[in-house]
Nanobody, 121 residues
Framework: QVQLVESGGGLVQAGGSLKLSCRASGRIFGVMGWFRQAPGKEREFVAAINWSGEITHYADSVKGRFTISRDSAKNMVSLQMNSLNPEDTAVYYC????????????????WGQGTQVTVSS
């Protein structure tokens, strides 16, 4: 059974940092990524990383502030979020696919349940 389990969300003040983690089980994934959904908005791409960790891609809104990394031996992906601002408040979802590289939801077959990140001003 394939599972993605996120952890690390919480409440932080503007300018602070949080680190999200996602542990995958049941399958080896070639691509892992993070999406987020703010209240009243559609889910949007945040970052993605390939199997080796050599290729990453970020949404413009988080570039320079967020860093995605993975430990393939542990089948885990992390998202280090720095310089957080209230606009980063959202439910963050871990996503994974065996091989497709992309920034669209439809390109990911597996999803976690999400973890809430709230940034106070």
């Amino acid at each position: 059974q394939v599972q993605l389990v996120e952890s690390g969300g919480g409440l932080v003040q503007a300018g602070g940092s949080l680190k999200l983690s996602c542990r995958a089980s049941g399958r080896i994934f070639g691509v892992m990524g993070w999406f987020r959904q703010a209240p009243g908005k559609e889910r949007e791409f945040v970052a993605a990383i390939n199997w080796s960790g050599e290729i990453t891609h970020y949404a413009d809104s988080v570039k320079g502030r967020f860093t995605i990394s993975r430990d393939s031996a542990k089948n885990m992906v992390s998202l280090q979020m720095n310089s957080l601002n209230p606009e980063d408040t959202a439910v963050y979802y871990c996503a994974a696919d065996t091989s497709t590289w992309g920034t669209r939801e439809v390109e990911y077959d597996y999803w976690g349940q999400g973890t809430q990140v709230t940034v106070s001003s």
